[in-house]
């Protein structure tokens, strides 16, 4: 994995984990056959997935009932917003301002609310609570931003919403209120245990934790009244029909595994490389300016504004020297629009196309880190 020394855009994507392949090979040929179908060898693939299923639940510390398999983050997401949504068509929304797409734009649809961040790039608990009004039936914050990887509040904005559902029975107000986050980025550094989290419904996907894109998950807490976007034969409890995707789920399980019981060793590994990474942009880079708090961020994201700089430009020269980053998130790559993130964290317009992702993953030590500080410090004329 040589390759990956310079590779910095982990939070696109991760290559598969070798182990995961290898336990979702199987599944294409030997094992092909359809979950739903009463042959024996069908059952026991079945009873496969029930098991993966099983190791999910485990991670989420909940019940293997609770996890609904997606066709990946956006799904999943989706999901959730609408599900919720179209049951309570007269109640409304609030999301925050850094959500991906995969939120955002789904919430656009119902009536909804949006919460700013501080330039932290941390939700504002105090104007998050104001928002809340007796028609609120869902709350969509994410556990950790896809661009400057800050950590959000989750506990506390359960907590906050615990205080809302007592004052609701108090007064008659029937209406739920559910939290969801997406934990997307989360899911390699932090812990995913929904209840020690207090949400109602959770997202994460196998393509950022070093599995197969296309496959991720809905944690949906029993109760949690949802309806269905994908409909048909009934899989997956009825929330999201269609023959199950097997050897993706093989691997996701596979792959939560394999990134939830190391994570606290990896965690401190890349918490130090990023420390490392910090000290030689300082040296090297003494205009660049960092983005987001650095006291709540997961372990493997570095983001820099380079004032005066093209962050497009930068971009490309990088590439040519084999060094890989970002400008925005991968998944708005295409949009010409500068980041609504760096937007709402406060960079103006000129800022936000100034400004670089890193972020780290398995393959990323020093020597790679050294190599692209230098490569940047040479692009930028002095
Ligand atoms: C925070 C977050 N949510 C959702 C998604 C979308 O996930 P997927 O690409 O699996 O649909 C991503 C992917 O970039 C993400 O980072």
């Keep these: 994995m040589n390759k990956l020394k310079t590779y ?4 696109s994507a991760t290559p598969v984990d070798e182990r995961v392949l290898e336990v979702m090979t199987p599944y294409f040929s030997q094992y092909f056959y359809n979950p739903s179908s009463l042959s024996l060898p069908a059952k026991q693939v079945a009873k496969d997935v029930a098991d993966a299923r099983a190791r999910v639940a ?4 909940s019940r293997p009932t609770e996890v609904v398999f997606t066709a990946g983050g956006t799904e999943a997401d989706n999901l959730a917003i609408s599900g919720v949504m179209r049951q309570f068509p007269d109640s409304n929304l609030i999301v925050s301002a850094i959500e991906h ?8 649809q119902y009536d909804h609310r949006i919460v700013s961040v501080n330039k932290d790039g941390l939700v504002d608990l105090a104007k998050f609570e104001k928002l809340i009004d007796g028609k609120t039936v869902l709350i969509s914050i994410m556990y950790a931003n896809n661009e400057v990887g800050t950590i959000q509040p ?10 809302v559902r007592t004052e609701r029975s108090k007064s008659g107000n029937n209406l739920p ?9 989360a899911a390699n550094y932090l812990d995913l245990h929904t209840s020690r989290l207090g949400v109602d419904m959770m997202t994460i996907n196998a393509g950022k934790i070093y599995g197969p894109k296309q496959c991720g998950a809905l944690y949906v807490k029993a109760g949690t009244r949802l309806q269905p976007q994908v409909l048909g ?12 995707s097997v050897a993706n789920i093989i691997g996701f399980a596979e792959a939560l595994d394999l990134v939830q019981s190391s994570r606290s060793d990896e965690t401190a ?25 650095m006291k709540y961020r997961l372990p493997n994201n570095i983001h820099i504004t380079l004032p005066g700089q093209d962050n497009e430009r930068l971009l490309m020269e990088l590439d040519e020297q084999g060094i890989m980053c970002a400008a925005g998130s991968a998944c708005s790559a295409s949009s010409a629009e500068p980041s609504h993130v760096l937007r709402a ?29 230098k490569a940047l410090s040479e692009i930028i004329p002095g």
Aim: aromatic share 10%.
């Design 154 to 163: 989750i506990r506390q904005i359960a907590k906050i919403l615990q205080k």
């Design 345 to 373: 964290i406060g960079l103006n317009e000129t800022g936000a196309r100034s400004s670089l992702r890193f972020t780290m993953g398995r393959y990323t030590g020093k020597e790679g880190i050294t190599l692209a500080v």
């Design 177 to 185: 209120i559910y939290l969801h986050t997406d934990a997307c980025q």
């Design 269 to 293: 590994r890349l918490y130090e490389l990023q420390s490392f990474f910090l000290s030689q942009i300082n040296q090297k880079l003494p205009n660049a300016l960092v983005n987001g708090t």
């Design 58 to 61: 485990h991670w989420f510390g």
């Design 101 to 108: 797409e995969a939120v955002l734009r789904p919430a656009a």
């Design 233 to 244: 034969g009934g899989q997956e409890k009825g929330l999201r029909s269609g023959t199950e």
């Design 8 to 11: 910095f855009d982990y939070a």
